[in-house]
T-cell receptor, first 117, second 110 residues
Framework: GAVVSQHPSRVICKSGTSVKIECRSL??????MFWYRQFPKQSLMLMAT?????????EQGVEKDKFLINHASLTLSTLTVTSAHPEDSSFYIC?????????????FGDGTRLSIL | QKEVEQNSGPLSVPEGAIASLNCTYS??????FFWYRQYSGKSPELIMS????GDKEDGRFTAQLNKASQYVSLLIRDSQPSDSATYLC??????????FGAGTRLFVKA
């Protein structure tokens, strides 16, 4: 069964709205989670690494003030797209590794399809 | 810059044939390797993990790893139309950092 739960699966909203996406690890603790973005027919792009109890690490070119990440507990990370605009429309996916071991595979949530009108 | 390279495809095989997907990586120190399948509009799902040189079989899937050549492959036997998807090769390069290839699109023709 699913080991990572992501919610919501789909968001359609007006330009200027802020959107929060939740990512939960199920039955295991995840000190580190990851947030990806994927445009149609393109590869996964890592946006940031979410670290429990500390600041997220953002990849080059990703605006940290635009994409706010909070990892307040060992099972929950949230991504907030602030003042979203049509160019932010994309498929956002989170992942986590079971067991907190770095050599374990990442398990992905089902993704959130964000459409900004 | 550490990289994972895959042929983007599409790779087209007839139903029942063996599909062979290949991946090369640049970080010689990598120890953990993964294959994911991603259907259109869906998130990636893990198919196989491999950590040691040689072959690892799981049902119709076989992962092959050659660290000396920095090469990892995925074989799909008795390919089915439902195997049509994009296959992502992923390599852990240390800590929690995993690099994903751009993926190979596979089409299995009925």
């Amino acid at each position: 069964g699913a080991v990572v739960s992501q919610h919501p699966s789909r968001v359609i909203c007006k330009s200027g709205t802020s959107v929060k996406i939740e990512c939960r690890s199920l039955d295991f603790q995840a000190t580190t989670m990851f947030w990806y973005r994927q445009f149609p027919k393109q590869s996964l792009m890592l946006m940031a690494t979410s670290n429990e109890g500390s600041k997220a690490t953002y990849e080059q070119g990703v605006e940290k003030d635009k994409f706010l990440i909070n990892h307040a507990s060992l099972t929950l990370s949230t991504l907030t797209v602030t003042s979203a605009h049509p160019e932010d429309s994309s498929f956002y996916i989170c992942s986590a590794s079971r067991g907190g071991l770095s050599n374990q595979p990442q398990h992905f949530g089902d993704g959130t399809r964000l459409s900004i009108l | 810059q550490k990289e994972v390279e895959q042929n983007s495809g599409p790779l087209s095989v007839p139903e029942g044939a063996i599909a062979s997907l290949n991946c090369t990586y640049s970080d010689r120190g990598s120890q953990s390797f993964f294959w994911y399948r991603q259907y259109s509009g869906k998130s990636p799902e893990l198919i196989m993990s491999i950590y040691s040189n040689g072959d690892k079989e799981d049902g119709r899937f076989t992962a092959q790893l050659n660290k000396a050549s920095q090469y990892v492959s995925l074989l799909i036997r008795d390919s089915q139309p439902s195997d049509s998807a994009t296959y992502l090769c992923a390599v852990n390069i240390g800590g929690f950092k995993t690099i994903f290839g751009a993926g190979t699109r596979l089409f299995v023709k009925a």
